[in-house]
């Protein structure tokens, strides 16, 4: 649940790793990389470096290219690739059972969404970190005894009780954190979702993935004000996510679009099964 530091936070979130696998690949002569290696450190020319296709070609064709770049930078490079596609898109395709979808004319309001840098790098860093989920113990006083309390920050009531538990001044993170797991499940498990949790008991029998089952409407209107909390907090100003917050509680259901797409068309690549280890 690490909190971004403020409206530059895109450079300082990539490592020299991530921009020398850009730099080497899109260098068309090695003599080149030391070149590029010192534009991207420029955000202007970051943004433009990541659009470029070559970029999931090779992320495509490397089966170790997990172990070369962060989660982040891999999915700031495929959410940018799932942009390209809604924008050539009539509409976008909304699942309505495990195997059945529909067509919905929404693109022009996904579209909307994918054309703002902030929005696209919020939800490349919101996908990195289920990458590697955590289970917290805090001890709490209850009735004159010292309980000790067990939280996974996959579990949507167990962040809701969390939150329930600080202070106001430190809920930020958590507000966030119990948005974010509304829209990840949504979007990347909709299967999930829409058989009541079936399909994760029938993957892992005992494992509930999100905690209580709830129904996509109630997760759609939970995690947009969980967001809308989130954006109102002070912390959301200082660290420059205020306007991000504000702009995905209002197009929560669309924000879940570009993530079904991710997970439909890229994460079923065999070497690109993140997530597996949830369900």
Not at 7 to 31: H, P, V
């Amino acid at each position: 649940m690490e909190a971004f530091e403020g409206e530059c936070y895109m450079t300082q979130t990539y490592g020299e790793q991530d921009l020398r696998f850009i730099a080497t690949t899109l260098a068309e002569k090695s003599d080149q990389v030391p070149v590029l290696l010192s534009q991207l450190r420029r955000p202007e020319f970051l943004e433009v470096a990541l659009e470029d296709a070559r970029l999931v070609e090779r992320i495509r064709t490397d089966p170790d290219i997990t172990l070369k770049i962060s989660p982040r930078l891999l999915f700031a490079i495929l959410l940018r690739q799932v942009a390209r596609d809604v924008r050539h898109a009539r509409y976008t395709l909304e699942r309505v059972g495990l195997r059945e979808s529909v067509p919905i004319f929404d693109t022009p309001r996904v579209n909307q969404l994918l054309d703002d840098e902030e929005v696209l790098d919020y939800l490349a860093a919101m996908l990195a970190s289920f990458v590697r989920t955590e289970t917290y113990v805090v001890h709490v006083w209850h009735r004159g005894r010292l309980q000790r309390l067990r939280f996974s920050d996959l579990n949507m009531d167990d962040m809701v009780r969390l939150a329930q538990l600080v202070e106001e001044p430190y809920r930020f993170p958590l507000l966030r954190r119990i948005a974010d797991i509304a829209l990840f499940l949504t979007g990347v498990f909709p299967g999930y979702v829409l058989s009541r949790g079936g399909y994760a008991r029938t993957v892992r029998p005992g494992r509930a993935l999100g905690g209580e089952w709830r129904s996509l409407e109630e997760y759609e209107q939970q995690g947009a004000t969980f967001y809308r909390l989130a954006a109102e907090h002070r912390d959301a100003a200082e660290s420059g996510l205020r306007r991000v917050l504000e702009r995905l509680s209002e197009d929560f259901p669309a924000a879940r679009k570009p993530l079904s797409l991710l997970a439909d068309r890229y994460l079923r690549w065999q070497h690109l099964r993140l997530f597996w280890h949830l369900q």
